[in-house]
């Protein structure tokens, strides 16, 4: 996977995260009785914020100062 494509991959990441974090918030405010679900989302947002911080990780090099 080259640089471009990682940096693609992270901006959809980002997007998606966002967007479960919207979905999440919109399920807690309607106080709906489906906890089942959010807490699906809830742990698809973990796994997404896994592979940013993989992503990230990779593509921003250590300095070592």
Do not use: N
């Not at 940096?7 to 959809?12: S, V």
């Not at 919207?22 to 973990?46: C, F, M, N, W, Y």
């Not at 990230?56 to 300095?63: A, G, K, N, R, S």
């Amino acid at each position: 996977m080259t640089e471009l494509e990682m940096k693609k991959r992270l901006a959809a990441l980002r997007s998606e995260h966002r967007d479960l974090d919207i979905a999440i918030s919109a399920l807690l405010e309607t106080g709906g009785p489906d906890q089942l679900q959010v807490a699906r989302l809830k742990k698809r947002k973990l796994k997404l914020r896994d592979q940013i911080v993989v992503l990230e990780d990779y593509l921003t090099p250590d300095i070592i100062a």
